[in-house]
């Protein structure tokens, strides 16, 4: 089970971090993902995080700079630290996690709406 929080309204510029707790079978999880997604848009991938030693991470380009995405191994929460907020990052964001490399999604938290002002 994936719980997301940390959404909100943010101006451009300013910066938001946005939340992800696993629980339950944690240990049979190998990534996970923040997607977002625009009403009448595709849902679209923002960054990843796997969840082993080396922890590798990977970005959607339009984020690439602004946003990072990290693992607290303790409490099994992953974040997203969002920096230099622009208007078209406005989105639904949502989290989550596969248990095979390229699978499809296991497992999916609740969206949390960012809303970043002009």
């Known amino acids: 089970q994936l719980q997301a929080s940390g959404g909100g309204l943010v101006q451009a510029g300013g910066s938001l971090r946005l939340s992800c707790q696993a629980s339950?079978?944690?240990?049979?999880?190998?990534?996970t993902d923040w997607l977002r997604q625009v009403p009448g848009k595709e849902r679209e991938f923002v960054a990843g995080?796997?969840?082993?030693?080396?922890?590798?991470?990977t970005y959607a380009d339009s984020v690439k700079g602004r946003f990072t995405i990290s693992r607290e191994k303790s409490s099994n929460t992953v974040w997203l630290q969002m920096n230099s907020l622009k208007p078209e990052d406005t989105a639904v964001y949502y989290c989550?996690?596969?248990?095979?490399?390229?699978?499809?999604?296991?497992?999916w938290g609740r969206g949390t709406q960012v809303t970043v002002s002009s």
């Open positions: 339950g079978q944690t240990f049979t999880i190998y990534s």
């Open positions: 995080i796997v969840w082993s030693a080396s922890s590798t991470t």
């Open positions: 989550a996690a596969r248990r095979i490399y390229y699978a499809d999604y296991d497992w």
